[in-house]
T-cell receptor
Framework: AAGVIQSPRHLIKEKRETATLKCYPI?????VYWYQQGPGQDPQFLIS???????DKGSIPDRFSAQQFSDYHSELNMSSLELGDSALYFC?????????????FGPGTRLTVT | GIQVEQSPPDLILQEGANSTLRCNFS?????LQWFHQNPWGQLINLFY???GTKQNGRLSATTVATERYSLLYISSSQTTDSGVYFC???????????FGGGTRVLVKP
């Protein structure tokens, strides 16, 4: 079965650089979520989109922005990178919006900021 | 926001042993999922279980929504079961998941 695809899988950037993470949801899934997992921590919700509109927002820094495109893929743009942005970034997708729909996670993008 | 607590934080098992992991949550939820994060960092869906009991091979889970807890059972553990097990819930519309702190499991051969 098709899964959530994330690219790149690994990314190394220097401080103050920018990064773009991409997410391709499971076919027919219309809701995309982004999570950030720091070393030794649990995943924290950043932002979500339903039908190309932002549907919820968590603790996402102002330096980050995201969008969902017409083909439902999503991109997370990160600017002025800081050492603390080093983390595993997950994208998840689900079918439908609202309470009670199972989320499926991609393999993650490991971002290292030096 | 909703609080999710998992216990124990760490668990060391001998291969072949059985174990129970617990997830407590502070409010009523509409979705509860169990994940296994393997040593490579991948989050694997184990169960979608807002209520009731489910089984998948050596793993099973039970959620008692009225008492706000869920249990994950691992039977006849194998070294490949090592990793971190997360419980995650959502309550509010928009469906963002709130994760517990995880249980780190190490299965020794």
């Amino acid at each position: 079965a098709a899964g959530v695809i994330q690219s790149p899988r690994h990314l190394i950037k220097e401080k103050r650089e920018t990064a773009t993470l991409k997410c391709y949801p499971i076919p027919r899934h219309d809701t995309v979520y982004w999570y950030q997992q720091g070393p030794g921590q649990d995943p924290q919700f950043l932002i979500s989109f339903y039908e190309k509109m932002q549907s919820d927002k968590g603790s996402i820094p102002d330096r980050f922005s995201a969008q969902q495109f017409s083909d439902y893929h999503s991109e997370l743009n990160m600017s002025s990178l800081e050492l603390g942005d080093s983390a595993l970034y997950f994208c998840a997708s689900s079918l439908g919006r609202g309470e009670g729909y199972e989320q499926y996670f991609g393999p993650g993008t490991r971002l290292t900021v030096t | 926001g909703i609080q999710v607590e998992q216990s124990p934080p760490d668990l060391i098992l001998q291969e072949g042993a059985n174990s129970t992991l617990r997830c407590n949550f502070s409010d009523s939820v509409n979705n509860l999922q169990w994940f296994h994060q393997n040593p490579w960092g991948q989050l694997i869906n184990l169960f979608y279980i807002p209520s009731g009991t489910k089984q998948n091979g050596r793993l099973s889970a039970t959620t008692v929504a009225t008492e706000r807890y869920s249990l994950l059972y691992i039977s006849s553990s194998q070294t490949t079961d090592s990793g971190v097990y997360f419980c995650a819930v959502n309550k509010a519309a928009g469906n963002k998941l709130t994760f517990g702190g995880g249980t780190r499991v190490l299965v020794k051969p």
